[in-house]
Structure formats: C-alpha cells, structure tokens
C-alpha cells in the first residue's frame, strides 16, 4: 500500500493553576488549516497530574477537531452528489 498523504497535528498546551488549555492544528494537504481547543480542569481534592490535564484537554481538542473534519468531508460530499450525507458515527 502507498501512502498518499501525511498529516502532522500539533499539539500546543498551557497550565495555569488548576486548568490545563490544549490548542490543536492541522494543516491539510490543500492548504487548509483547522484549529480547535479543549479544555480540562483538575477538581480540588484531585492530587496535581499534569500529565492527565494534558491527555483530557488533548483528547477534548483532538475531539473537537475530528468533528471539524468531518463536518468537512460531509460537506464536500454534499456539494459533490447534490444530496445531504449522513455520518455512521
């Protein structure tokens, strides 16, 4: 199999207190370029992970990114069938 394409995701991410702030971009091979953010805020009985704030705000960025992707797609569908697509989860 060849591969066709490569996408590189950066993943950026800033801790202040008990919140952690992750900032997620890709640039696709068209030139197009997304960004999407998440969130995670430790409670405050929790013992301080930095770690796991940045897998919840990643995971939540990287989350809010697949969606604009797909929302992309569908709409690229859409435009070229002339009918609306339906995502299958």
Known sequence: MQTLVGWHIELEFQEEDDRTRAAAMVRLADG?????????QRHPSDAEQLRVGEEIAGARALMDLASQLLQKAHTEIDQASGRTSHALS
């Open 32 to 40: 197009t370029e997304y960004r999407a953010h998440g969130l995670a």
